[in-house]
């Protein structure tokens, strides 16, 4: 009997706890993005470094060979053309790195 009589009277007061609660509502968004930093040492072989370098780059860098009209001028009233052949490359020194501080 006392418990429904204490059911009654919490049925009977729910409404005006109710209504007295704010409205309810959602949450704001946060922002999508964020502003973050991270500070890391890394420590490393200068050797080791200078000779993953020197393999992973090739030795030579580029070559060529190029026919290029290199004189145009007249000789005994004669207009002479002339080709000339312009073949070479360029190559890289081995790899230094040195340590600073």
Not at 7 to 29: F, M, R, Y
Not at 49 to 64: E, G, H, K, Q, Y
Request: net charge neutral; aromatic share 6%; with cysteine.
């Amino acid at each position: 009997m006392f418990g429904t009589a204490l059911l009654a009277g919490a049925l009977a007061a729910a409404p005006a706890i109710a209504e007295d609660a704010p409205p309810v509502t959602p949450d704001q968004a946060s922002p999508l993005a964020t502003t973050s930093q991270i500070v890391a040492t890394i420590e490393f072989d200068l050797a080791s470094l200078a000779a993953t370098i020197d393999s992973d780059l090739p030795r030579r860098l580029v070559s060529f060979n190029e026919r290029i009209s290199c004189v145009h001028r007249r000789v005994l009233g004669f207009r002479v053309n002339a080709n000339c052949d312009v073949e070479g490359f360029v190559e890289r020194f081995r790899a230094a790195l040195k340590m600073a501080r």
